[in-house]
Every structure is written in C-alpha cells, then in structure tokens.
C-alpha cells in the first residue's frame, strides 16, 4: 500500500522501444496504471515510427522518443537520453522488456523505483523493484508478462485486464478516407498483409497468392498492405489484378491504421499490423506456429475469440500444412457478417 500512495500524483515513465506488436501489447499496462493512479502522469517512451500511434491516447499524458540510430546513438546520445529522462523527475519507471542501453540510463537518471523483468545480469543491478520473468517458458502471453510487472506497485493487474487500445486522430481517419477515394476503393474490403519482421515463422508465400486470386475470383475487394521495404511482396501476392488494391507504407503508422480500420476482416501472420487491427476492433485471420515461443499462447492477438480465427500447422513445423482453404472460409465468414451489418 505504501508504494501506491507514493504514486497517486507521481510522475511515471513506461518505456517499451520496441517493435510495433510488442509495444501495442503493452497499452494494458498503461490503462492499469491510468485506472490505478488516476492523478499520476503517465508518459510512454517508444520509438519515432510507432509515435503517430499514441498522440491521442487517453491514458498517456506524453511521449518520449527513444531514436538509438539517431540522436540516443553512441557515448553522447546516451548521455543526451540521460539528460532527457532525468530533467522530467520520475517517480517511477516501468521498463516493460530490459534493454540494457536504456535502462542503464534510467539507472543513471535517479529515478527512485525501477521497475523491470529480472533475466539478464544487468537487470539485477538496475531493478529495485524487479520481478523475475522466464518468458521462454511461456506461462502467459506477453501482455500478462507486462502486466505481471505492476505487482511490484501493489497493483492488482489481472483483476480487469484492460484490451490494447490505439486512438487515432481524425486527422489520420480523415487522411485515409481521402486516399481511398483516389483509389475509388470503399470500406469492407478484406486487407492482407503478408510481411513480417521474421521474428516468427510465416504462411508460404505462394499461399498467401492464392488467397487473393480466390478471393478476386469470388469478387471481393483485396487491400495488400506493406512496409516500405516490402514492396516486392506486396507486388508479387497482389499479382496486379483488377480489384486488388496495394499499400507500401508511404505514410505513417497511423494512416496504416486508419486504413486498416475501414476493412471487414485483416489478414497476417504474427507481426505488428495484425495487432494493430485487433486492438482497432477489426476482425483477424492470423497464421501462428507450433513453435512455444512463437505461438498464439505468447504472441497471438489479443481480442474477443468471435472477433478472430488463429490457424496452427497441421503438420509440426510446416506452415504450408495450413490450407488455404480454411482461411478463405474464415475470412468469407467475416466478410459476409460485416455486409449484413
């Protein structure tokens, strides 16, 4: 009790700079801390390309940029990130995945309680109130590891689990609605994203072909979406048909949102934009491994169970064992229940 009543009116850092599943995985924690210390200020501290996500969030009263190929780089950026975390006088910092580089800097920074997962040697010299975590076992998802952290400030985090939630701003929506009509494409089309980061096994990329040409064949409007470096991906599953619209990334992550927020179902394996689009409320057909550490128990989206449909190899370790079959029914299911809304 005493830890909660230092943090009723406190200033609090939550630091994930990671990529953009994790960090949206990690909004939980800010929803908990919001409800927990409703008069602390909640700031959040990710990296520049995730940021336009987060500039109308309720439960975050500011952003900190963490740039560690920009202005955080080598011996002078990390005393620049020092000077910028300490001149904020944090009562507390919650560190949701330990890297080394910025939590030695939080270290540095004297904030009074560290809060972070105790694995690497550095956490347990950095970490007063640290909590060990062995995720490679997979005991819960990565969601529950964040919030398991907040145990350490006597708070109660799976008493209602908050859903990851994004915001985005009108400005964004109103963007992606203009886009769409110079590309005379309407909302309720089925998006697909067929990249990733490669942090986890993905569906053939041949699949994710056939996947489209069934759904053009069956007339239904395609979105393929990507990353500015995965164009050729894109290029290669959309096959330039009519009807099959594409997108490479050549606006922020909000506007990719705001998009995704238009279609009837979105389709991906298990990288950032797919929990992007459940944490907008967009139903999901995902594609996850067998693999523990990469499976849906750890990794998968987290939203309502009629809202998604995760496949799993019918084969051990093959992918491709995932028919496509079974995902055009899944996603002409979704389809046909958002026209009859």
């Known amino acids: 009790m005493g830890v ?26 800010l ?30 009263s500011g952003i900190l940029t963490y740039e560690p190929q920009g202005r955080h780089r080598g011996v002078l950026g990390w005393f620049r990130l020092v000077r910028e975390i300490s001149s904020r006088k944090y009562d507390a910092a919650i560190v949701l995945h330990s890297n080394k580089r910025v939590t030695a800097a939080v270290v540095a920074s004297m904030i009074p309680l560290r809060v972070g997962p105790l694995s690497k040697f550095h956490s347990y010299l950095s970490f007063n109130l640290g909590k060990r975590q062995k995720r490679s076992l997979v005991k819960m998802h990565e969601l529950e590891y964040g919030l398991d952290l907040l145990t350490e400030l006597s708070v109660d985090p799976f008493s ?41 096994l993905n569906w053939p990329e041949g699949h994710y072909q056939e996947l489209v040409r069934r759904l053009y064949e069956s007339q239904i409007p395609v979105l393929v979406t990507g990353g500015p470096s995965e164009k050729e991906l894109v290029q290669s599953v959309s096959q330039k ?32 934009p797919l ?32 809202q998604k449909k995760v496949f799993t190899p019918l084969i051990k370790g093959e992918m491709g064992s995932i028919s496509v079959d079974l995902a055009f029914d899944a996603i002409h299911s979704f389809f046909k229940r958002s026209e009859a809304l």
């Open 160 to 200: 209602n689990i908050h859903s990851p939630q994004i915001r985005l701003s009108q400005e964004s929506n109103e963007k992606a609605v203009e886009w769409m009509k110079t590309q005379q494409l309407e909302s309720g089309f089925v998006g697909i994203h067929p990249g990733m980061g490669g942090s986890a």
């Open 241 to 272: 048909l009519p009807g099959v619209w594409t997108y490479t990334g050549q606006e922020n992550l909000a506007f990719l949102g705001a998009l995704i927020r238009n279609a009837s179902v979105y389709v991906a394996p298990s990288t950032g």
């Open 4 to 29: 909660r009543l230092k943090l009723n009116h406190s200033k609090i850092l939550v630091i994930r700079p990671d990529r953009l599943g994790d960090v949206i995985l990690s909004t939980p924690v």
């Open 275 to 306: 929990h992007l689009a459940a944490a907008l409320g967009v139903p999901v057909v995902s594609f996850y491994p067998d693999l523990l550490v990469q499976s849906e128990k750890r990794w998968g989206p987290w939203t309502p169970s009629s």
């Open 31 to 60: 929803g908990t801390l919001k409800s927990a210390f409703p008069e602390a200020q909640i700031d959040f501290m990710v990296q520049p390309f995730v940021q336009s996500l987060f500039e109308s969030h309720p439960w975050i």
